[in-house]
């Protein structure tokens, strides 16, 4: 069994940097806000000295730190994972993705994009990072799954490397998951059914890493083998894993609703109604979505509300 109380931070290891000069426009906050689960987030902060991410690399435990200078980005990075974490830096600053792509077909979303020349979409190119937090996002309200993200990884995880900030912790690796007992997910406020579908995940977790290397039709196609993954769960997944720019949250309670009413002035649109208001955009259709999301331009309330991925379906 995994030991319930973290050890203390291990001493810094040295710190390895790298400069970054960005194509274009790059807005950090923009970029590596959707890689945050939640206020209380254990592996992400923004502080004034920047940016701060802890991950668990192919090559072990890391810590990065980016910081926004005139022209560039300066990045410095911790533990086995500090090169790893460096080489991927460009992808993860979506410097694999192509704004220039992206033709707006509205006004609301033409002026979206105006108003933020650097939004990229970001690729982390790690899977199951964003994997378990989405499955524990499935048809419960995002102040319920970042709990349960922030009491496991804090209880399971590690300290992150280097002279991150206080209570920033790496997440489990694979084993340490599938051995967390029935009792602690349940604690956490985790059902057996997202429970289980982690454990059947993090039992593939190798195959599943290496769908970034596929195409996105391929690598959602690839994660929908596991039980209990469906389409929202891979789309909120390969959005942040690979950048994915077309994969659309279908399943998304909110979503449709937003998309309509922005776009054609309906409230009522079903997933069917939002994908044939985004076939326009097809091959940019989430770029699409992230622009609407950020436009603020959302149905009056009805009810107490939601953000669009309290509640996923599978």
């Known amino acids: 069994m995994p030991p319930a109380v973290p050890t203390p931070r291990p001493a810094s290891t040295g710190a390895r940097s790298r400069r970054y000069a960005p194509p274009g426009p790059l807005d950090l906050g923009l970029i590596l806000g959707p890689l945050r689960r939640g206020p209380a987030?254990?592996?992400?902060?923004?502080?004034?000295?920047?940016?701060?991410r802890a991950s668990r690399t192919p090559e072990g435990p890391g810590t990065l730190r980016v910081t926004k200078q005139a022209d560039a980005v300066e990045a410095e990075a911790w533990g086995e994972g500090a090169e790893w974490l460096l080489s991927h830096l460009p992808g993860l600053l979506g410097d694999g993705d192509d704004?220039?792509?992206?033709?707006?077909r509205h006004r609301l979303v033409?002026?979206?994009?105006?108003?933020?020349?650097?939004?990229?979409?970001?690729?982390?190119g790690l899977v199951l990072e964003s994997l378990i937090p989405s499955i524990l996002e499935q048809k419960v309200t995002t102040d319920e799954a970042y709990r349960a993200w922030r009491l496991l990884v804090r209880k399971y995880g590690e300290p992150a490397p280097g002279p991150a900030p206080d209570g920033m912790y790496v997440m489990p690796d694979?084993?340490?998951?599938?051995?967390?007992?029935?009792?602690?997910?349940?604690?956490?406020?985790?059902?057996?059914?997202?429970?289980s579908t982690i454990l059947r995940a993090v039992r593939v977790a190798r195959?599943?890493?290496?769908?970034?290397?596929?195409?996105?039709?391929?690598?959602?196609?690839?994660?929908?083998?596991?039980?209990?993954i469906g389409p929202w769960t891979s789309a909120e997944t390969l959005q942040r894993a690979m950048g994915a720019p077309d994969l659309v949250s279908v399943g998304d309670l909110h979503l449709p609703g937003i998309v309509g009413y922005a776009l054609a002035g309906d409230r009522t649109a079903d997933d069917a109604a939002m994908l044939e208001l985004l076939a326009p955009y097809a091959g940019q259709r989430h770029r699409a979505t992230r622009l609407i999301l950020l436009s603020g331009r959302t149905p009056p309330r009805r009810a107490p509300r939601m953000s669009p991925r309290d509640i996923g379906a599978l």
């Open 41 to 52: 987030d254990p592996t992400f902060r923004a502080a004034r000295d920047g940016v701060w």
């Open 99 to 104: 704004p220039e792509a992206f033709a707006p």
């Open 110 to 124: 033409a002026e979206s994009a105006r108003r933020r020349p650097g939004l990229r979409l970001s690729r982390t």
């Open 174 to 195: 694979a084993r340490t998951w599938a051995l967390i007992p029935s009792w602690e997910w349940h604690r956490a406020g985790v059902d057996a059914k997202r429970s």
């Open 207 to 228: 195959r599943l890493e290496e769908a970034v290397a596929l195409p996105q039709e391929e690598a959602a196609a690839r994660l929908h083998l596991v039980p209990g």
